[in-house]
């Protein structure tokens, strides 16, 4: 972790040195090249041995900094479009045991507790269904309702209706903090 | 951004289905995907560019931990539907912002600004607020039950649509 490579970028007028593996952490949240020997070329870009970079990546893997790798789906393309987010306002007593219940549902893809805004937004759970027909996000909703007895639960649900930006993480800092196009 | 569904052959749903996680990490990583699916490195990459030229595919590669991996933040901000593409587009000039979508709500743009660490999530917030001149409401996640968007693709309800 000692090699530091002069990609300097500004931030706040503070130049910033980013060693090997934050050039990586930058690299490989623009993905992989699409080559027969991908790592080989990240490792190139970053002053890096093949073998260094695979191994910082299986690290990454156990220490769940990277939680999956493999193909990113843009569901939307897919037509994958009825994308519902579900906001409850559960009693914060019940608001895990809630949470991890539809977290076990497999139409629930995301499911998080957040904190509450008051007085505009009194919402603390929130899950997304993404189905192919509003229709029928509509209905898994009701049958999770009346599975898991919440119809006395307030809630809202969001349709999404546009996507105006869809990327990956980019929270490495990077020689300038602009992102790829979406 | 439509449906491109029908475009996708057998292969290509194969490869969807096995590598939306667990990519190998070996020295040909498309040649070891070849051989499982029966074809060849040169078919695998040819489809991978394919699908990500078509927007299918975001890009191959890590989902970083939002939480270990720097500082994120869901905010939402209520503007006047007839103005929501200009506010949408001056949220998206703002370093860090990696989701802004639309949603049918009062509160009815919905982003996620990202940041190497709080301070500097923050102090971009604050400047966006200024800047949009409305108040943003910041929801920041307390407890995660189930994040993951690599959820099988439900082939056959898509044949119907």
Known sequence: ?182 | MHCHYHDLDSLDRRLIDCYQRDLPVCSRPFLAMAEHLNTTEEQVIKRLQRLQAMSVLSRVGPVFDHALAGASLLATVAVPDNQRDAFAELINQVPGVNHNYAREHYYNLWFVMTAADESSLAARLNQLETMLDRKILRLPMLESFHIDLAFKIPWSELEEV
């Not at chain 1, 910033?16 to 070329?41: C, D, F």
């Not at chain 1, 041995?49 to 193909?71: D, P």
């Not at chain 1, 998080?112 to 899950?127: I, V």
């Open chain 1, 1 to 182: 972790m000692t090699t530091t490579t002069p990609l300097a970028s500004v931030n706040g007028g503070q130049p910033i040195e980013l060693n090997a593996h934050s050039q990586l952490r930058v690299l490989l949240e623009q993905g992989l090249p699409l080559t027969p020997r991908p790592w080989q070329i990240l490792a190139e870009q970053c002053g890096l041995e093949e073998a260094e970079v695979m191994a910082c990546v299986k690290r990454w893997q156990e220490e769940s900094l990277i939680k999956r790798l493999g193909l990113v789906v843009r569901h939307r393309s897919l037509g994958i479009d009825a994308n519902a987010m579900v906001v409850w306002n559960v009693p914060d007593e019940q608001v895990s045991r809630v949470g991890r219940a539809l977290a076990e549902e497999s139409v629930v893809t995301l499911c998080y507790r957040r904190a509450r805004c008051p007085p505009d937004w009194p919402f603390n759970l929130f899950c997304m269904i993404h189905g192919v027909r509003r229709e029928q996000v509509l209905e898994q909703l009701e049958a999770l309702v009346h599975r898991h007895g919440l119809a006395e639960i307030e809630r809202q649900v969001l349709f999404s209706q546009h996507a105006y930006r869809q990327c990956g993480g980019r929270y490495a800092r990077r020689k300038s903090d602009e992102h790829a196009g979406a």
